[in-house]
């Protein structure tokens, strides 16, 4: 496998001179990896809903309908091959076109009681009934409460448990294939911010920038963003940051941050940069060196034996070297990504609660500290994230996008 992935972006395309990525290898790989995580966690099966997990276990890539996540498409892995449950619009390009799948069924959307009860009563009685699972220890991710309540009432005899924690420790660390297709989505990431970068003028809203950028990803073959909503912000808008491309009009003096990412081949790549459109007040190039530093240094912290609080510890000690500290926007620094484009570790997460995390090699990971500084004439906000991999002999920054030489300069 080694001669496939070398750390670099070969092409996305299939070819014959070269050997690329066997996603036929990956999907069985993937499969090894849940059926371990089940059998560590006690599982007889399990039954997941989530788009990265049902993509994980089949390769499915459906149509998203916006706020029905959970509610489309689900998998059912016991003993054998894993058994689809698709939304009636994907079924049947999916028994048509995915050979991989001996079994996927037709389902309705999960949202109305008799729908739901269909589902639990006809369907997925057939299925855990030839599979023997009527007594199972089964985990689930993400269902309704209409669809829980059928499952308990339907099933009274199936012990339910956690399977979001069982999918996310099959998912922890990337194999090989699956980083061949990280470095991909990468490439085309950086396309994306670089071509959002180029059209930052005064007299621009933020959402052509975005426009232009989405136009960059799907010529490229992305399908998705890293985000539903590409986020682009200007001047004062990044001072607290608007998480979105609004119809705000770019100025000079304004600091502009990009963070729209791209997802190729069920694989995620977030990466963000901010840059000045004009010249660069001294208060802007302070924000900016600081997050600069504190965003190195944490990566430099991100060894194999290191903890996500380790880490944390680095990058926050940074940003109070610069009277900082206080001005971190209130979210996590740093998360895992893979199939899902959040996915745990997170690092710097500010709540209560977070798991102390040791990196181990394989693991990805966008590094994004964000700090802002409230009433700077356009703006006094910074976030600089990249894609970072965990390797044996220390971290890998795959992203290669350098920063904003004005905003960095002495």
């Known amino acids: 496998m080694s001669s496939m992935h070398e750390g670099w972006a070969p092409g996305p395309f299939a070819a014959d001179y070269e050997q690329r990525v066997n996603l036929d290898a990956l999907r069985r ?16 099966a399990l ?14 890539r459906p ?10 498409n689900g998998v059912l892995l016991a003993e054998g091959d894993p ?15 995915m050979p991989w799948l001996e079994e996927v069924h037709a389902i309705p959307i999960l949202e109305e009681r008799g729908l739901i009860a269909h589902f639990t009563d006809t369907i997925l009685e057939d299925v855990v009934r030839q599979h023997r699972l009527h007594r199972a220890r089964i985990g689930v991710d993400l269902v309704s409460q209409g669809l829980h309540d059928a499952l308990r009432a339907r099933f009274p005899d199936i012990h339910w448990v956690d ?27 950086e396309a994306v911010t670089q071509t959002a970068i180029d059209y930052v003028r005064p007299g621009v809203r933020e959402i052509e920038i975005a426009a ?16 539903t909503s590409p986020f682009v912000a200007s001047g004062e808008r990044m001072s607290p940051p608007t998480r979105l491309a609004t119809d705000k009009v770019v100025r000079h003096g304004d600091v502009v941050f990009i963070d729209i990412g791209a997802m190729w081949n069920g694989y995620f790549a977030d990466m963000g940069r901010t840059v000045i459109c004009g010249e660069p007040s001294s208060e802007q190039k302070r924000v900016f060196r600081a997050v600069h530093e504190a965003h190195g240094a944490g990566i430099e912290a991100m060894r194999p034996g290191a903890t996500t609080a380790h880490v944390t510890k680095v990058i926050r000690q940074t940003a109070a070297s610069h009277g900082l500290a206080e001005h971190f926007l209130t979210l996590f620094i740093g998360h895992g990504i ?11 997460e500010p709540f209560p609660g ?27 906000g910074v976030r600089l994230e990249d894609m970072v991999l965990i390797t044996e002999d220390g971290p890998h920054r795959l992203s290669r996008l350098p920063y904003d030489p004005q905003l960095l300069g002495a």
Do not use: C
Not at 47 to 60: G, Q
Not at 83 to 96: N, V
């Open 29 to 44: 790989k993937r499969l090894e990896r849940a059926r371990e995580a089940m059998a560590a966690g006690g599982l007889d």
């Open 338 to 348: 893979g199939v899902g484009s959040n996915e745990p570790p997170y690092i710097g």
């Open 212 to 227: 232009e950028a989405m136009r960059v990803l799907f010529r490229l073959g992305g399908e998705y963003a890293h985000v």
């Open 83 to 97: 058994i689809l449950f698709a939304s009636g619009g994907d079924a049947d390009r999916a028994r048509q076109h």
């Open 63 to 72: 149509q998203l309908i916006a706020g029905k996540s959970g509610l489309l």
């Open 47 to 60: 039954l997941v809903w989530k788009n990265e997990n049902t993509r994980y276990l089949t390769s499915l």
């Open 354 to 380: 977070a798991a102390a995390v040791t990196l181990e090699p394989g693991m990805v990971f966008a590094m994004e500290p964000l700090i802002w500084v409230p009433d700077v004439p356009g703006g006094g």
């Open 163 to 189: 399977g979001d924690a069982v999918m996310h420790a099959a998912r922890l660390i990337k194999l090989p294939e699956e980083l061949a297709l990280i470095e991909e989505a990468v490439a085309i990431a």
